[in-house]
């Protein structure tokens, strides 16, 4: 196919490459040529890609018409390869935070969190109170303290809310799997700890949600397939569960996912499409689908996901939540699957950015002892959240062309929530240019589908392709015609970027950037049993979300507004790497000037019955 052979850009080195407002790179928007497919269509699509005779020519004509040929395969640049987006620890100075002990069990670590949040006094802002707010863990934690409700009332209010959300007429497909027994019995241990006033943590009795891609007893881990856990089978917690047990938690079952995390929509066709509580006719987005649904639908005010090209931060901002996902290596990702180990990590999805710290102090730490790394542990700092009006002089960057590559509503809110930032607390926003976002778009694509099929390999060698949805037995194909040497420009790619991102940190102290470029769009009925290939939609919703996942960055993503149509908007910040307090300090002066305008979804489960 040399004839067909598309030119490959020869990339500047990166000393010479201009970061700054008045830089000449251009800003390519997504070039995505492919349209949506489903039904019918989509497996006529997939018989092509699977056949001998045409399979490989539709893939090579895909890859090149999508630029990957151009920008990626036959680029040609000089940056040596990085595969693995590890940071050496350096001290950030950063404010109004406090070192934590790196001896400290997991409740030991959400009592250190629970020390550095405001009062309750100091939460409202210019005397505004929230007109609808989710409850809390701290609520949890008072309610069951005060005996006013117990683990075992909220318990069997939640099993009846699984049931009735999962079945006509509601099919909001929240979980892949859940046991009631299990629930019932967690419930029961807890509210004997609680009737002994011998909670373990403030996080005892609180439910929590987990995405099917995390090991967890007693549920087998599909990674949303009806095949994965018939080749590998689940024999324990992953270390980030086992930390949320340590701690008292209840966990309530194992959340729906796009199959293999491999879309950006939640449509799965084995399990059902994850529905958005703030309208059940439109997508929660992916690929942890299903744990930003129910901490939209109040049935846990946490769940984990895993964010590997924007899994976490995607759907919270879709489903109106916080999304957090730390900087790699922050958290263990031991009993994780192995779809992403370069760009995935576990991450919070929470309905306070005050919630999503007290998980992430349970869940991060140490690397068990049977993982090892040659990089020295990096030192935890939590921020004290009540003195985040003492931090000053914060200076956001923002790439004007990216930042506004959505759409108009997502454009305007994004930018009040920023002049806000900037008329409360005085932060200032600087002008750059990060060049090359399309490349490492696509850079990022090959890495997570080339990790995908190798961390599988054994078992996709086993597959019958019957079992998989017809979505991603397209997404296996275009997986598995990505080569060694495109793997290799993909990281040379990754490496300029992360040059890139570190010259920007010299100047900044977070990126901010809309969290997706669209809001959520609707579920049509015929990709119900097929799944979807709609490849726009899903650049647009990965747009702001690829630094996070392939440079290894930590990122937060806040609500903070709704469309025309009342559907959730979040503002995304990024940070250095190891930056996770300034981050959540970021988050939590961005949620005190937006929380009084939150709305209360379509579907919504009170739980502590205070409505």
Same mark, same amino acid.
């Given at each position: 196919?040399?004839?067909?052979?598309?030119?490959?850009?020869?990339?500047?080195?990166?000393?010479?490459?201009?970061?700054?407002?008045?830089? $000449?790179?251009?800003?390519?928007?997504?070039?995505?040529?492919?349209?949506? !497919?489903?039904?019918?269509?989509?497996?006529?699509?997939?018989?092509?890609?699977?056949? +001998?005779?045409?399979?490989?020519?539709?893939?090579?004509?895909?890859?090149?018409? *999508?630029?990957?040929?151009?920008?990626?395969? *036959?680029?040609?640049?000089?940056?040596?390869?990085?595969?693995?987006?590890?940071?050496?620890?350096?001290?950030?100075?950063?404010?109004?935070?406090?070192?934590?002990?790196?001896?400290?069990?997991?409740?030991?670590?959400?009592?250190?969190?629970? &020390?550095?949040?405001?009062?309750?006094?100091?939460?409202?802002?210019?005397?505004?109170?929230?007109?609808?707010?989710?409850?809390?863990?701290?609520?949890?934690?008072?309610?069951?303290?005060?005996?006013?409700?117990?683990?075992?009332?909220?318990?069997?209010?939640?099993?009846?809310?699984?049931?009735?959300?999962?079945?006509?007429?509601?099919?909001?497909?929240?979980?892949?799997?859940?046991?009631?027994?299990?629930?019932?019995?967690?419930?029961?241990?807890?509210?004997?700890?609680?009737?002994?006033?011998?909670?373990?943590?403030?996080?005892?009795?609180?439910?929590?949600?987990?995405? $099917?891609?995390?090991?967890?007893?007693?549920?087998?881990?599909?990674?949303?397939?009806?095949?994965?856990?018939?080749?590998?089978?689940?024999?324990?917690?992953?270390?980030?569960?086992?930390?949320?047990?340590?701690?008292?938690?209840?966990?309530?079952?194992?959340?729906?996912?796009? %199959?293999?995390?491999?879309?950006?929509?939640?449509?799965?066709?084995?399990? /059902?499409?994850? +529905?958005?509580?703030? &309208?059940?006719?439109?997508?929660?987005?992916?690929?942890?689908?299903?744990?930003?649904?129910?901490?939209?639908?109040?049935?846990?005010?946490?769940?984990?996901?895993?964010?590997?090209?924007?899994?976490?931060? !995607?759907?919270?901002?879709?489903?109106?939540?916080?999304?957090?996902?730390?900087?790699?290596?922050?958290?263990?990702?031991?009993?994780?699957?192995?779809?992403?180990?370069?760009?995935?990590?576990?991450?919070?999805?929470?309905?306070?950015?005050?919630?999503?710290?007290?998980?992430?102090?349970?869940? &991060?730490? @140490?690397?068990?002892?049977?993982?090892?790394?040659?990089?020295?542990?990096?030192?935890?700092?939590?921020?004290?959240?009540?003195?985040?009006?003492?931090?000053? *002089?914060?200076?956001?960057?923002?790439?004007?062309?990216? =930042?506004?590559?959505?759409?108009?509503?997502?454009?305007?809110?994004?930018?009040?929530?920023?002049?806000?930032?900037? %008329?409360? =607390?005085?932060?200032?926003?600087?002008?750059?240019?990060?060049? $090359?976002?399309?490349?490492?778009?696509?850079?990022?694509?090959?890495?997570?589908?080339?990790?995908?099929?190798?961390?599988?390999?054994?078992?996709?060698?086993?597959?019958?392709?019957?079992?998989?949805?017809?979505?991603?037995?397209?997404?296996?194909?275009?997986?598995?015609?990505?080569?060694?040497?495109?793997?290799?420009?993909?990281?040379?790619?990754?490496? +300029?970027?992360?040059?890139?991102?570190?010259?920007?940190?010299?100047?900044?102290?977070?990126?901010?950037?809309?969290?997706?470029?669209?809001?959520?769009?609707?579920?049509?009925?015929?990709?119900?049993?097929?799944?979807?290939?709609?490849?726009? *939609?899903?650049?647009?919703?990965?747009?702001?979300?690829?630094?996070?996942?392939?440079?290894?960055? @930590?990122?937060?993503?806040?609500?903070? /507004?709704?469309?025309?149509?009342?559907?959730?908007?979040?503002?995304?910040?990024?940070? +250095?790497?190891?930056? %996770?307090?300034?981050?959540?300090?970021?988050?939590?002066?961005?949620?005190?000037?937006?929380?009084?305008?939150?709305?209360?979804?379509?579907? =919504?489960?009170?739980?502590?019955?205070?409505?």
């Amino acid at each position: 196919m040399g004839l067909f052979r598309a030119k490959g850009v020869v990339y500047k080195p990166v000393e010479n490459v201009n970061l700054g407002p008045d830089s $000449d790179e251009f800003y390519l928007q997504a070039n995505v040529k492919a349209p949506r !497919m489903a039904g019918f269509p989509v497996k006529i699509f997939a018989w092509f890609l699977e056949s +001998r005779i045409f399979g490989r020519f539709l893939l090579y004509i895909l890859k090149r018409n *999508n630029l990957i040929h151009k920008l990626v395969t *036959n680029a040609e640049l000089k940056e040596s390869p990085v595969y693995v987006p590890m940071h050496p620890f350096e001290e950030l100075n950063e404010q109004e935070v406090k070192h934590i002990d790196s001896g400290l069990s997991p409740s030991e670590q959400v009592q250190q969190a629970i &020390n550095c949040l405001p009062l309750p006094s100091q939460k409202i802002v210019n005397g505004l109170k929230p007109s609808f707010r989710r409850w809390t863990i701290m609520d949890y934690s008072k309610a069951y303290s005060s005996g006013e409700i117990t683990p075992c009332m909220v318990a069997e209010q939640l099993v009846t809310a699984i049931r009735e959300s999962s079945s006509p007429p509601m099919d909001m497909a929240f979980f892949i799997n859940y046991d009631a027994e299990d629930i019932l019995r967690q419930a029961k241990e807890s509210t004997r700890r609680y009737e002994r006033g011998e909670p373990i943590s403030a996080l005892d009795g609180v439910p929590i949600a987990i995405k $099917d891609e995390i090991d967890c007893r007693p549920y087998p881990t599909t990674g949303g397939t009806k095949w994965l856990h018939k080749f590998r089978s689940c024999k324990g917690d992953a270390c980030c569960v086992m930390r949320l047990r340590s701690c008292g938690a209840v966990i309530i079952g194992k959340t729906n996912m796009h %199959e293999l995390g491999a879309g950006t929509s939640g449509i799965n066709p084995h399990y /059902g499409a994850t +529905r958005n509580p703030y &309208n059940p006719g439109m997508i929660s987005g992916g690929s942890s689908s299903g744990s930003a649904a129910v901490v939209a639908a109040g049935l846990c005010p946490v769940a984990l996901g895993v964010d590997g090209g924007g899994s976490v931060r !995607m759907p919270a901002a879709l489903c109106g939540v916080v999304g957090f996902k730390p900087t790699f290596g922050r958290v263990p990702h031991s009993g994780v699957l192995p779809l992403n180990w370069t760009v995935g990590m576990v991450g919070v999805l929470a309905g306070t950015i005050e919630d999503a710290f007290i998980v992430y102090a349970a869940i &991060n730490g @140490p690397l068990p002892s049977h993982e090892t790394s040659a990089i020295p542990l990096p030192k935890v700092y939590f921020p004290l959240l009540q003195s985040t009006n003492s931090v000053s *002089n914060v200076i956001l960057a923002r790439y004007g062309e990216w =930042f506004s590559d959505c759409g108009d509503d997502i454009r305007t809110c994004c930018s009040q929530a920023l002049h806000q930032l900037s %008329e409360k =607390f005085g932060w200032k926003t600087v002008d750059v240019t990060i060049p $090359d976002i399309e490349s490492m778009r696509l850079a990022h694509y090959l890495t997570i589908g080339s990790e995908c099929t190798a961390g599988l390999s054994s078992y996709l060698e086993k597959l019958d392709n019957a079992e998989s949805g017809w979505d991603l037995r397209v997404a296996l194909c275009v997986y598995g015609s990505f080569s060694g040497e495109e793997y290799i420009k993909a990281q040379k790619l990754r490496s +300029r970027q992360m040059q890139f991102h570190r010259n920007i940190f010299t100047k900044a102290d977070v990126i901010v950037t809309p969290t997706v470029g669209v809001t959520a769009y609707p579920i049509f009925d015929d990709a119900l049993k097929t799944g979807e290939l709609d490849y726009i *939609n899903g650049a647009a919703l990965v747009r702001y979300q690829i630094a996070g996942n392939f440079l290894g960055l @930590p990122a937060v993503t806040v609500p903070v /507004g709704y469309d025309k149509n009342g559907l959730p908007i979040g503002l995304q910040f990024i940070g +250095r790497p190891w930056s %996770e307090p300034t981050l959540i300090h970021i988050a939590y002066a961005m949620q005190t000037l937006c929380v009084s305008k939150y709305r209360k979804p379509q579907v =919504f489960y009170d739980l502590l019955q205070k409505d």
